[in-house]
Nanobody, 125 residues
Framework: LQFVESGGGLVQPGGSLRLSCAAS????????IGWFRQAPGKEHEGVSC????????WYASSVKGRFTISRDRAKNTVQLQMNNLKPEDTAVYYC???????????????????WGPGTQVTVSS
């Protein structure tokens, strides 16, 4: 299962970006997609997740209220709208499969440890 991330770039603090996660080989139905990020010298950090089964979502506390995850069924993609970006949001952003939530409980870890190329987000003035 492979994903391709896109939409990153350089933006000033307070700006916005919209990331896209595409799966070309399989439909996203019944999967849960997670966005992660990795800043230099740090581990991968869960940012947001979307269950395509019931539409439920999860956000890290650091991005809640600023980021919105959504799905484009026609394009078979999952987007991450990022508003009011901060320098600490600077990282390479990845998407991957995570376990489906169980009774509202989320396990925000990748199903496997295979990461795509990601997309670089840099927030700087």
């Amino acid at each position: 299962l492979q994903f391709v991330e896109s939409g990153g770039g350089l933006v000033q603090p307070g700006g916005s970006l919209r990331l896209s996660c595409a799966a070309s080989e399989f439909p996203l139905d019944y999967y849960t997609i997670g966005w992660f990020r990795q800043a230099p010298g740090k581990e991968h950090e869960g940012v947001s997740c979307l269950s395509t089964t019931d539409g439920s979502t999860w956000y890290a506390s650091s991005v809640k209220g600023r980021f919105t995850i959504s799905r484009d069924r026609a394009k078979n993609t999952v987007q991450l709208q990022m508003n009011n970006l901060k320098p600490e949001d600077t990282a390479v952003y990845y998407c991957t499969l995570v376990p489906n939530p169980l009774h509202g409980s989320w396990k925000v870890v990748p199903v496997d440890d295979v990461w795509g190329p990601g997309t670089q987000v840099t927030v700087s003035s």
